[in-house]
């Protein structure tokens, strides 16, 4: 059974870091790709970054390209995602979705049928 743990988030200043982490079970993300996404209240769910593992990159949009990072732990199957320089408007439940294969569109959640239960992160000015 595919299962996706998200965890790591919480309440921050303005400025400061967070490091989520995804834990993967029944899969490893080495065919898969994984996205993170972030849903703010009232907002729809908005697409942060995919871990494309089948063409060995990494893509980031543009909210978040230069401030956050994803990274592997291949040992606990594991991706987390650094988030630095954090501002309000970061305030959101972020999750991790995973897909077999090459994601078409990194952004999309259309295209991850496996998703985590969210973490909340809150970032206060």
């Known amino acids: 059974e595919v299962q996706l743990v998200e965890s790591g988030g919480g309440l921050v200043q303005a400025g400061g870091s967070l490091r989520l982490s995804c834990t993967l079970s029944g899969f490893t993300y080495e065919s898969w790709g994984v996205g993170w996404f972030r849903q703010a209240p009232g907002k729809e769910r908005e697409g942060l970054s995919c871990?494309?593992?089948?063409?060995?990159?990494?893509y980031y949009s543009y909210a978040v390209k230069g401030r956050f990072t994803v990274s592997t732990d291949k040992d606990k199957n594991t991706v987390f995602l650094q988030m630095d320089n954090l501002k309000p408007t970061d305030t959101a439940v972020y999750f991790c979705?995973?897909?077999?294969?090459?994601?078409?569109?990194?952004?999309?959640?259309?295209?991850?049928?496996?998703w985590g239960q969210g973490t909340q992160v809150t970032v206060y000015s």
């Open positions: 871990l494309s593992s089948p063409d060995g990159k990494t």
């Open positions: 979705a995973a897909e077999v294969g090459l994601i078409a569109n990194y952004y999309s959640d259309y295209e991850y049928k496996n």
